[in-house]
């Protein structure tokens, strides 16, 4: 997302600690999935793809990010990358249990967007 208004930098740390349970973060994740399934339908259907070599750094994500959600496996690769490349494992279950959760949502992702696709054709 692009910011319409300034920006600043905070002089602290934040700490974000959230003790609403597994319940809640499902639940927040549910809704981020469908909206990340409708972006993902929504641009293939204008065509975009993106220029990963643009100079502009937001265009360059969103071009690597289109990429990302067409390789096969991507709820397997992010488990992957997330748990040893990104040294999940070091936090133990807990660790575990979110690489984990975070592939699940990427299934619910491909899950959402071919049902968006079968029924918007």
């Not at 002089?11 to 974000?16: Q, S, V, Y």
């Not at 600690?17 to 929504?42: P, R």
């Not at 999940?88 to 899950?111: M, P, T, W, Y």
Request: charged content about 25%; some cysteine.
């Amino acid at each position: 997302m692009i910011a319409s208004s300034a920006c600043a930098y905070l002089r602290n740390d934040l700490i974000h600690e959230n003790h609403k349970g597994v319940h809640d973060w499902i639940a927040k994740h549910n809704t981020y999935s469908t909206l990340q399934a409708q972006e993902l339908f929504s641009d293939e259907a204008k065509g975009l793809r993106g220029n990963m070599l643009s100079r502009h750094p937001v265009e360059r994500k969103r071009a690597i990010k289109r990429l990302f959600y067409r390789l096969p496996f991507r709820p397997l690769l992010r488990f992957l990358v997330m748990y040893i490349l990104q040294l999940g494992f070091l936090d133990g279950k807990a660790g575990f249990s979110f690489c984990v959760l975070r592939a699940i949502q990427e299934f619910h992702i491909n899950l959402k967007l071919k049902e968006l696709k079968s029924t918007k054709h």
